[in-house]
């Protein structure tokens, strides 16, 4: 492999394109990076030690919390609060946002909203799970405790938003608003290697990513685009291939580089849908429209939802924009 660009330099290049950067930013990409080399490690290994499983507790989505849930919680935590960046995060495995006190973290101009790993269930049998993170500048005055405000900002106010995805291999893709940009982890020098630069979504593809046990459950615009995309219509490459894999960022990266469309939309047993607004759809949000794709709620921009709630839901519609369209042209001809 030849040797490219590490993430280290990478950003440290880039934060040349901000004329009033002050590296905070990159410092705390860097504790990102530290994090999540950490967390693969423990990863790649977990079915030798036990680290698998649930730990018989559940967090505030009620959803069984994982042995490694807790793990890369409180690794991705430790890291943010270690540099002096970051004042507060807020996070799936969290109840309430975690406000950084110590010294240095008083002056921190930044907040982090996280999956520290999305995807968990997966782990035990193999499959590729994430982490997600969203970067904001606080709101609430420096020198003061995080307010809530700082957590509850739309999505189109992020400075940064990436993901970690532990699979064949461990990539870090992010973006700051220039680009997307990904890189993948060398283990044997322990360095993340630009092997994707300038990530961007095919206009159109061949995958649809949903999970069709919901079906009878799903709004009357979304089963007839699920049809739509079983029909056979050559001349727009249908009938597509149906991929789904239960873990966001395996499903999202892939559309990324092939094309496609994932949706997780409103059913009866979850009307908002089940994927969170703030820490998961709103950072593949912004990197979708950084790499030229579409992200929404079936009707409105992702990115320009007001959030209420911390852990508040979404229906979420993300991918190529000419797959998210049709989809959002159905539900608009088929109002339930
Ligand atoms: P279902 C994982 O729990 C997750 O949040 C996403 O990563 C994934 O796409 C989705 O939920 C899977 O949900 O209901 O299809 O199992």
């Known amino acids: ?28 990409l860097g504790s990102i990076k530290l994090a999540a080399k950490i967390v693969n490690r423990e990863i790649n290994k977990a079915g030798l030690v036990d680290i698998t499983g649930s730990v018989g507790a559940e967090n505030v989505q009620g959803e069984e919390q994982q042995k490694l849930d807790l793990y890369a919680n409180d690794k991705f935590k430790a890291a943010l609060e270690a540099r002096g960046q970051v004042c507060g995060i807020a996070s799936e495995e969290e109840d309430e946002a975690v406000s950084f006190n110590k010294e240095l973290n008083k002056n921190a101009k930044y ?64 973006t700051t608003g220039k680009g997307v940009h990904g890189f ?3 283990p044997s020098i322990g360095v993340f290697c630009l092997s994707h630069e300038k990530m961007m979504i095919p206009a159109t593809g061949s995958i649809y990513s949903i999970n069709e046990g919901n079906y009878i459950r799903f709004p009357t615009g979304i089963k007839k685009y699920i049809k739509y995309c079983q029909e056979d219509a050559p001349e727009d490459n249908r009938p597509y291939t149906s991929r789904y894999i239960g873990s966001l960022v ?5 559309n990324l580089l092939k094309g496609g469309v994932y949706l997780y939309p409103s059913t009866q047993r979850h009307p908002d849908g089940k994927l969170r607004l703030l820490y998961e759809c709103n950072p593949i949000a912004f990197l979708m429209e950084q790499s030229g794709g579409k992200a929404t709620d079936g009707y409105q921009r992702i990115l320009d939802i007001k959030p209420t709630e911390l852990h508040q839901r979404v229906p979420f519609v993300v991918g190529s924009t000419i797959m998210v369209e049709k989809v959002e042209s159905f539900l608009q001809q088929y109002p339930d």
């Not at 395996?250 to 892939?254: C, E, G, K, L, T």
Request: cysteine-free; overall charge negative.
């Open 111 to 174: 907040v982090v909203l996280m999956d520290p790993l999305d995807g968990s269930s997966n782990i035990d049998v193999n499959v590729s799970v994430g982490t997600i993170f969203s970067i904001y500048h606080r709101v609430s005055p420096i020198g003061s405790a995080p307010t809530a405000e700082d957590f509850l900002q739309p999505g189109h106010k992020q400075v940064a938003a990436g993901y970690i995805i532990y699979g064949s291999s461990t990539m870090l893709v992010y």
């Open 184 to 186: 993948t982890y060398d």
């Open 1 to 28: 492999m030849s040797i490219t660009r590490t993430l280290g330099e990478f950003i440290i290049e880039h934060q040349n394109h901000f004329p009033h950067a002050s590296g905070d930013l990159s410092s705390l």
């Open 250 to 254: 395996a499903d999202y990266h892939r």
